[in-house]
């Protein structure tokens, strides 16, 4: 059974950094395909970034392209989610979400896609 725990989130002002972590244990990482989400009350699950297998091909909603970046650590079983010149409108509560199996190509953008996700680390940006 896979388990996945965040952390990292926090209180933080316009233009802070914040850079989030996810443990995962359970399965082999090496063929973990992993991604970020976020919610705010009321709204839908949204889709953040997400990596592949091997960690090279990366995909981000347009909303963080060039603020945040999603990155892994296979031996350390772990992925982060850095997130640079943070805004009001990226305050949310941000999972971790991981799926087996995929190619080196794989970067799945829906939340249906994944099985398996960890109960979330808020994140508050301030204005």
């Known amino acids: 059974q896979v388990q996945l725990v965040e952390s990292g989130g926090g209180l933080v002002q316009t233009g802070d950094s914040l850079r989030l972590s996810c443990a995962v244990s359970?399965?082999?990482?090496?063929?973990?395909?992993g991604g970020w989400f976020r919610q705010v009350p009321g709204k839908e699950r949204e889709f953040v970034a997400s990596?592949?297998?091997?960690?090279?091909?990366?995909s981000y909603v347009d909303s963080v392209k060039g603020r945040f970046a999603i990155s892994r650590d296979n031996p350390r079983n772990m992925l982060y989610l850095q997130m640079n010149s943070l805004k009001p409108e990226d305050t949310a509560l941000y999972y971790c979400a991981v799926q087996w199996g995929g190619n080196t190509n794989y970067t799945p953008r829906w939340a249906y896609e994944y099985g398996a996700w960890g109960p979330g680390t808020q994140v508050t940006v301030s204005s």
């Open positions: 359970g399965r082999p990482f090496n063929i973990i395909t």
């Open positions: 990596v592949s297998t091997n960690g090279r091909k990366k």
